[in-house]
């Protein structure tokens, strides 16, 4: 089971009604990206605490679930304050190439500070929502929405795989360190090539073995969610 999954089952609000939980996403996304500065500060921070609170996760752990999104933000924010002029006091950190200026636009710096509050209150609100609400919940609530029926299998069976190719890379990666697979660069390279093909296998014996599972049971081209 996945970290986050077992959060999901096991916090204080498990028995809340879901439908009532999304309502509270979605009014936290909204918040996260109104105008209103301040007001999402105060929404970013009291989302965390609650967050925290309710699932009984460790701050370490909490905000170690971050550092997968912050390499994402950091090239947003590339993206929008870096650019060229010919007027290099317009720029911070300026440097020349050719006959312009590369640098941070000082007039763009506050547009990336606002950009970064809204994305990480829209965050913090997915987490609040993944780490108290199980996976059958959720489906619950996109079934309760009249999402279509072949959005709703195709979420299921994503869901699935990933717990296959988790459990399969753990397994694969824990072999090789056993066997010294990552002592030097040569190795770990060679390991990981070793890793990612053995991954692509199991995950396609898997599928096999599930498309098997679901002729034996007449499947006949429909989840009953």
């Given at each position: 089971?996945?970290?986050?999954?077992?959060?999901?089952?096991?916090?204080?609000?498990?028995?809340?009604?879901?439908?009532?939980?999304?309502?509270?996403?979605?009014?936290?996304?909204?918040?996260?990206?109104?105008?209103?500065?301040?007001?999402?500060?105060?929404?970013?921070?009291?989302?965390?605490?609650?967050?925290?609170?309710?699932?009984?996760?460790?701050?370490?752990?909490?905000?170690?679930?971050?550092?997968?999104?912050?390499?994402?933000?950091?090239?947003?924010?590339?993206?929008?304050?870096?650019?060229?002029?010919?007027?290099?006091?317009?720029?911070?950190?300026?440097?020349?190439?050719?006959?312009?200026?590369?640098?941070?636009?000082?007039?763009?710096?506050?547009?990336?500070?606002?950009?970064?509050?809204?994305?990480?209150?829209?965050?913090?609100?997915?987490?609040?929502?993944?780490?108290?609400?199980?996976?059958?919940?959720?489906l619950q609530v996109l079934k309760a929405a009249r999402f279509p029926r072949v959005m709703i299998e195709v979420t299921m069976l994503m869901y699935r795989f990933i717990f296959i190719f988790i459990?399969?890379?753990?397994?694969?990666?824990?072999?090789?360190?056993?066997?010294?697979?990552?002592?030097?660069?040569?190795?770990?390279?060679?390991?990981?090539g070793i890793l990612a093909k053995m991954l692509f296998e199991q995950v396609i014996i898997n599928y096999e073995m599930m498309t098997k599972a679901l002729d034996a049971k007449l499947y006949d081209?429909?989840?009953?969610?």
């Amino acid at each position: 089971m996945l970290s986050i999954d077992k959060y999901a089952y096991e916090n204080r609000i498990v028995n809340w009604s879901p439908k009532f939980k999304a309502l509270l996403w979605l009014v936290g996304i909204m918040l996260a990206f109104q105008p209103i500065q301040w007001l999402k500060v105060i929404v970013l921070v009291a989302v965390v605490a609650i967050t925290i609170y309710l699932t009984k996760v460790s701050v370490k752990r909490y905000f170690s679930w971050f550092y997968p999104i912050i390499p994402f933000v950091i090239l947003s924010i590339v993206g929008i304050v870096v650019t060229a002029s010919v007027h290099k006091t317009s720029l911070i950190w300026p440097v020349k190439v050719g006959s312009v200026y590369i640098g941070m636009a000082k007039v763009m710096m506050p547009k990336a500070g606002r950009m970064v509050l809204q994305c990480m209150t829209a965050i913090v609100c997915t987490y609040w929502f993944a780490l108290t609400t199980p996976f059958i919940q959720i489906l619950q609530v996109l079934k309760a929405a009249r999402f279509p029926r072949v959005m709703i299998e195709v979420t299921m069976l994503m869901y699935r795989f990933i717990f296959i190719f988790i459990d399969a890379f753990e397994q694969i990666r824990q072999a090789q360190k056993l066997r010294f697979g990552y002592d030097s660069l040569s190795l770990m390279i060679r390991s990981s090539g070793i890793l990612a093909k053995m991954l692509f296998e199991q995950v396609i014996i898997n599928y096999e073995m599930m498309t098997k599972a679901l002729d034996a049971k007449l499947y006949d081209g429909d989840f009953y969610i």
